[in-house]
């Protein structure tokens, strides 16, 4: 039997500026999302949660809490950029540049644009891309600039932490 190690994320040494990362995982936003999302954060504008305000408004439905779409693109993104980072640095230019509403589906895809060894963490880099979140509909919905600490390949915070089972993984189980 041969253990093939899953996806480990990227490492410093990985980034190139200029390069994309269309993030594998959409995800479809729905009711119940918002309504968490505003209880969880203690957002009270009825604007998110209460559809008889909302119909008066110009979208004439409740809107996605703006927070929460940023939060989904991070999380889409993570699987690429941030799995091997240790600190997030800065969110910068952050863009709500479309509506989102329950029952929209999110991508999002990254742009590496700057990338630099840090002078105090021989261990680490720090990279910084430009991350957009579209709909389904390829409507930009949100970007922003994100910074982070990234290991590098071999640093011993990152070596392998799954622990060794103590009987043998077989087919017939244990």
């Known amino acids: 039997m041969t253990v093939k190690q899953g996806w480990t994320g990227r490492f410093f040494e990985d980034f ?10 959409g995800r479809t936003v729905t009711e119940n999302d ?17 559809t008889e305000y909302a119909k008066k ?9 703006s927070t929460l779409t940023v939060a989904i ?3 889409q993104s993570v699987t690429d950029i ?12 952050i863009r709500m540049t479309h509506p989102v509403f329950a029952g929209d589906t999110l991508f999002s895809e990254s742009l590496v644009l700057e990338k630099r060894e840090s002078a ?10 430009r991350t957009r ?8 919905v949100c970007s922003f600039k994100r910074t982070f600490y990234v ?3 071999g640093a011993e915070q990152v070596e392998d932490t799954f622990p060794a089972g103590k009987v043998p993984l077989t087919a017939e189980g244990a």
């Open 16 to 25: 190139e500026i200029g390069d994309v990362y269309q993030h594998p995982l």
């Open 34 to 50: 918002n309504t968490w999302f505003s209880l969880l954060t203690m957002n009270t504008n009825q604007m998110h949660f209460n």
């Open 57 to 65: 408004s110009e979208f004439e439905k409740p809107l996605v809490v």
């Open 73 to 75: 693109a991070v999380g």
């Open 82 to 93: 941030t799995q091997n980072a240790f600190a997030n640095l800065g969110w910068d230019e």
């Open 120 to 129: 105090s963490r021989p261990h680490a880099g720090i990279v910084t891309v």
């Open 133 to 140: 979140t579209l709909n389904q509909e390829g409507d930009e």
């Open 151 to 153: 290991y590098r390949r």
